[in-house]
C-alpha cells in the first residue's frame, strides 16, 4: 500500500539519549517534512526536505537534525532528547509541484521522561 | 507573527445535517488554504484546499468559501456521517511561493452523533 511508514509507532526514551524517528515515502514524493504536535497548539514544522541531498529548518528545528540521502528516506534525529521534546511527531511529502504536505504518516509518539 | 485561529473549539452534529466549521486569519498575504481531517490516533488527511483567487472551491460533500475581506475560511460537510468525526483543522500559506511557511490551526473537533 502507497503511503508514508513512521517508525516506532511510539517510544518512551530517556533524558539525554539519543534517538532517531525513522520515515519512509514509496510515493517518490520529492518533498518531505517533519512535524510536530502538541495539545493545543497547531502543528509546527520542525524541517523538511525540497529534494533528495537537501534539507532545510522549520519553525522549531533546534534540537533537531535530518539527512535525505535518498528519495524515499526522511530520517528525524534527537541528538540529546529533552522532555520539552515530548510530541507526537508527524512525517509528511508532498505530491509533484505541490507546495504543501497532503500525505503523512500515522504519527512517532515520544516521551521523554 | 500572525496566526490561524478557530471560532469554535467543538462542534456537535446529527448524522445527515450539514456542518460548518470555520477559521479566521489574519495574514492578508497568504495566497493559499487548506483543510485537513485527523481522525483520533491518526495522521492528518488532506481534505481540499482553496487559492485565494477564488471565492468556493468543491469536493466530494466539502465545500471550502473563502471570504478575503473578512479574512475568514470555512469548510462545510453536506450530509454528514459518524466516519466524519474527527479534528478538523485549517491552515494557510502565509509565504507565497514557499512550501514550508505553512501555519495550523488548532483544530475543531467535529462529533457526528447517529
Known amino acids: 500500500i502507497a503511503g508514508i511508514t513512521q517508525a516506532p509507532t511510539s517510544q518512551i526514551l530517556a533524558a539525554g539519549r539519543r534517538m532517531t524517528l525513522r520515515c519512509t515515502q514509496d510515493?517518490?514524493?520529492?518533498?518531505m517534512y517533519w512535524y510536530r504536535q502538541d495539545l493545543g497548539l497547531g502543528l509546527r514544522l520542525i524541517h523538511y526536505s525540497n529534494t533528495a541531498g537537501t534539507t532545510g529548518k522549520g519553525e522549531v528545528p533546534d534540537g533537531y537534525s535530518v539527512s535525505r540521502a535518498n528519495t524515499d528516506d526522511f530520517p528525524l534525529t534527537l541528538a540529546s532528547a529533552v522532555p520539552s521534546q515530548t510530541s507526537v511527531y508527524f512525517c509528511?511529502?508532498?505530491?509533484?509541484?505541490?507546495?504543501?504536505?497532503?500525505?503523512f504518516g500515522q504519527g512517532t509518539r515520544l516521551t521523554v521522561v | 507573527g500572525e496566526s490561524v485561529g478557530l471560532h469554535l473549539p467543538t462542534l456537535s452534529v446529527q448524522e445527515g445535517d450539514n456542518s460548518i466549521i470555520n477559521c479566521a486569519y489574519s495574514n492578508s498575504a497568504s495566497d493559499y488554504f487548506i483543510w485537513y481531517k485527523q481522525e483520533s490516533g491518526k495522521g492528518p488527511q488532506f481534505i481540499i484546499d482553496?487559492?485565494?483567487?477564488?471565492d468556493k472551491r468543491q469536493g466530494q460533500r466539502v465545500t471550502v468559501l473563502l471570504n478575503k475581506t473578512v479574512k475568514h475560511l470555512s469548510l462545510q460537510i453536506a450530509a454528514t456521517q459518524p466516519g466524519d468525526s474527527a479534528v478538523y483543522f485549517c491552515a494557510e500559506n502565509m509565504v507565497p511561493g514557499s512550501n514550508y511557511k505553512l501555519t495550523f490551526g488548532k483544530g475543531t473537533l467535529l462529533t457526528v452523533n447517529p
Open positions: 482553496i487559492r485565494s483567487n477564488m
Open positions: 509528511a511529502s508532498s505530491t509533484q509541484g505541490s507546495q504543501v504536505p497532503a500525505f
Open positions: 510515493m517518490r514524493h520529492n518533498a
